[in-house]
C-alpha cells in the first residue's frame, strides 16, 4: 500500500508539466502579470494559443464581434478568467495522452469538460463573480484519478473487481484498496501546483461536500456538477454508478430545480465546441 506522498514522489509526467507549459503557468499564475505579459507568456506555445483564442470566440462567451488577438481577448475577457481558460487548456493539453490503465482517455476529458461547464453554468445562475474559476475547478476535479490509476497500472483492475464486488461508488473501492481516494490525491496534487485554496477544497471534498469547512459552495457545485454529468452520461472517469446528491447539497447552492433543466440545456449546446476546441 502506498501513501499519497509516495504516489506523488513519483518522476512522471503528471506531477510536473513540461518546461514550455510550466513557464506559461507560472507567468499566467503571477497575481501582478499584466495583460500584454500575459498574452506573450500564451503565445510562447501557439496550439495553447490557437485553443485560447478558439474558446475566447465560442458560443460560451458570446462575443458579437470576432476577437482575433489574445492581447484583446485578455482585455475583453479579463485577467482572472483568460488564466483559467489557459490552465486548463494546458492540463488537458499536457495529459491528455498519458498512457493510463482502465480509462479511456477522450471519455475522461469528455467527463472533466462537462463538469467544468456545468459548474460554471450553476456558478452563472448564483451570479457568482469570476465563474471561471468554477470551470476550471470542474475541468480538473478528477486528475488524482489519472495519477491514481497510472501508478497503479495492472492494479488497477483491483478496484474495478472490488467495485463490482462491493457494488459500491469507485472512490469508496480505492479507500478500502488504499486507504485514500483519488479526491485526496488530486487535491494533494494541486496543493503541490500551488492552486488556489478554494481549489484545493473542492477538490478533496467533491465526493462528500459536507466535509468542506472553508469553501463549501465552490465544493457543493462542483459535487452537484460531477453527478449531473454522470448522470447524463457526459464522457465517464472510470465511475459506473452515479454519485447521489443530498437536499442539504442542494440547498447550499440554493437553485430552484427548473433551473437545473436550463443549466443542462446549456452544458449540451456548448460541451461538443469545448470538446472540439480542447480535445482536437
Sequence with gaps: ???????????????????????????????????????????????????????????????????????????????????????????????????????????????????????????????????????????????????????????????FELREREQCLLHAAERELLGFDHAALGAALLEAWGMAPAQIEATCYHHAPEQASTFPLETAIVHVADSIAHALRLGSSGEFFVPPVTPETFDRIGLEMPIYEDIIGQAREHLDQMQAILLR
Excluded at 45 to 50: E, G, R
Excluded at 107 to 128: K, N
Design 1 to 159: 500500500m502506498k501513501t499519497i506522498e509516495e504516489f506523488l514522489s513519483k518522476d512522471d509526467s503528471l506531477c510536473s508539466f513540461s518546461d514550455t507549459y510550466n513557464t506559461i503557468f507560472k507567468r499566467i499564475a503571477d497575481p501582478s502579470a499584466t495583460v500584454a505579459g500575459i498574452a506573450e507568456a500564451v503565445e510562447l506555445d501557439p496550439t495553447i494559443a490557437a485553443k485560447t483564442l478558439r474558446m475566447a470566440n465560442s458560443s460560451l462567451y458570446g462575443f458579437p464581434e470576432p476577437i482575433e488577438t489574445l492581447h484583446r481577448a485578455i482585455s475583453i475577457i479579463g485577467l482572472q478568467q483568460i488564466r483559467q481558460i489557459v490552465m486548463s487548456t494546458i492540463v488537458i493539453q499536457n495529459f491528455r495522452d498519458l498512457p493510463v490503465t482502465g480509462v479511456d482517455m477522450e471519455s475522461f476529458w469528455r467527463h472533466s469538460i462537462a463538469v467544468g461547464v456545468l459548474s460554471r453554468s450553476i456558478a452563472r445562475s448564483r451570479r457568482e463573480a469570476n465563474v471561471e474559476r468554477l470551470y476550471l475547478y470542474g475541468i480538473m476535479h478528477d486528475l488524482g484519478r489519472l495519477l491514481l490509476f497510472l501508478h497503479l497500472g495492472p492494479r488497477t483492475a483491483e478496484l
